[in-house]
């Protein structure tokens, strides 16, 4: 039974995402409008990923510090450790994981409420594409935004963990800098940011979809929201696993 809902809804959500990538009637206004879901989802965005990241970033440099006190290994594996979780995982796994619960529980709401309110009927009355219309632009505007986002994501990490080593003992400015320059392998970066891409399109291609397809009033947007955030979390540790076995093999 549960596996039989799981293909419907798995049908159902590539159906609408047939719907929703088609060729715009408009251009101009998809333009415009995928410029504010760019504001809206990303720009906005930024406050809460540079918080998230200087304070992930100097605990992993503390953390790396108190379990690998080995005098056998030199200081600035701290760096080199904190580097490579950043770019590994945190600026793209652990990131849209926050973010899902951010700009998911957003775009369902939103769009929800439209449903609930008749106003995607109404679309549909006047001929035009609901699905196109409304969803096209956030997915585009968040999946390319998402990679400044990540950018930012490692940026600020790798300051959090510069200023444990500014304000702190624990290690010096010297070897944590050379740390994160050691043995540095380009494509952890492209690596992380394909996966922000696939991970961003998830987010903004589920939560639309319970958001467009809610029945009832506010109390069932608010469950489509929380399936949404839950729906995309599980997605993203799926699409994790399998991205990391393919690009990391």
Same mark, same amino acid.
């Given at each position: 039974?549960?596996?039989?809902?799981?293909?419907e809804q798995l049908g159902k959500y590539c159906r609408f995402m047939g719907r929703t990538f088609s060729i715009p009637d408009r251009w101009s206004v998809f333009g415009?409008?995928?410029?504010? $879901?760019?504001?809206?989802?990303?720009i906005d965005s930024i406050p809460l990923v540079i918080v998230i990241s200087v304070f992930i970033g100097a605990v992993c440099t503390i953390q790396m510090k108190l379990?690998?006190?080995?005098?056998?290994?030199?200081?600035?594996?701290?760096?080199?450790?904190?580097?490579?979780?950043?770019?590994? $995982?945190?600026?793209?796994?652990?990131?849209?994981?926050?973010?899902a619960g951010k700009v998911g529980s957003n775009i369902a709401s939103e769009i929800g409420t439209m449903r609930v309110t008749e106003q995607i009927d109404a679309l549909?009355?006047?001929?035009?594409?609901?699905?196109?219309?409304? +969803?096209?632009?956030?997915?585009?505007?968040?999946?390319?935004?998402?990679?400044?986002?990540?950018?930012?994501?490692?940026?600020?990490?790798?300051?959090?963990?510069?200023?444990?080593? +500014?304000?702190?003992?624990?290690?010096? +400015?010297?070897?944590?800098?050379?740390?994160?320059?050691?043995?540095?392998? $380009?494509?952890?970066?492209?690596?992380?940011?394909?996966?922000?891409?696939?991970?961003?399109?998830?987010?903004?291609?589920?939560?639309?979809?319970?958001?467009?397809?809610?029945?009832?009033?506010?109390?069932?947007?608010?469950?489509?929201?929380?399936?949404?955030?839950?729906?995309?979390?599980?997605?993203?540790?799926?699409?994790?696993?399998?991205?990391?076995?393919?690009?990391?093999?």
């Amino acid at each position: 039974m549960v596996i039989n809902k799981s293909l419907e809804q798995l049908g159902k959500y590539c159906r609408f995402m047939g719907r929703t990538f088609s060729i715009p009637d408009r251009w101009s206004v998809f333009g415009r409008r995928t410029v504010a $879901e760019i504001v809206k989802l990303g720009i906005d965005s930024i406050p809460l990923v540079i918080v998230i990241s200087v304070f992930i970033g100097a605990v992993c440099t503390i953390q790396m510090k108190l379990n690998t006190s080995n005098p056998l290994m030199p200081a600035y594996s701290v760096g080199l450790a904190t580097r490579d979780i950043v770019l590994l $995982e945190f600026s793209n796994s652990i990131l849209c994981l926050i973010l899902a619960g951010k700009v998911g529980s957003n775009i369902a709401s939103e769009i929800g409420t439209m449903r609930v309110t008749e106003q995607i009927d109404a679309l549909d009355i006047m001929g035009v594409n609901s699905a196109n219309f409304l +969803v096209l632009p956030k997915v585009v505007g968040f999946v390319a935004f998402m990679p400044i986002l990540g950018v930012f994501c490692i940026g600020t990490s790798l300051l959090g963990g510069y200023l444990v080593a +500014v304000f702190t003992d624990m290690i010096s +400015v010297t070897r944590y800098v050379y740390g994160i320059q050691a043995y540095f392998i $380009e494509w952890y970066v492209w690596y992380g940011l394909i996966k922000s891409l696939v991970f961003a399109f998830i987010i903004a291609s589920v939560a639309s979809f319970f958001g467009y397809y809610v029945k009832g009033g506010a109390l069932q947007v608010g469950k489509a929201s929380t399936n949404a955030v839950v729906s995309s979390s599980i997605l993203i540790l799926l699409f994790d696993v399998i991205l990391t076995k393919v690009l990391l093999q």
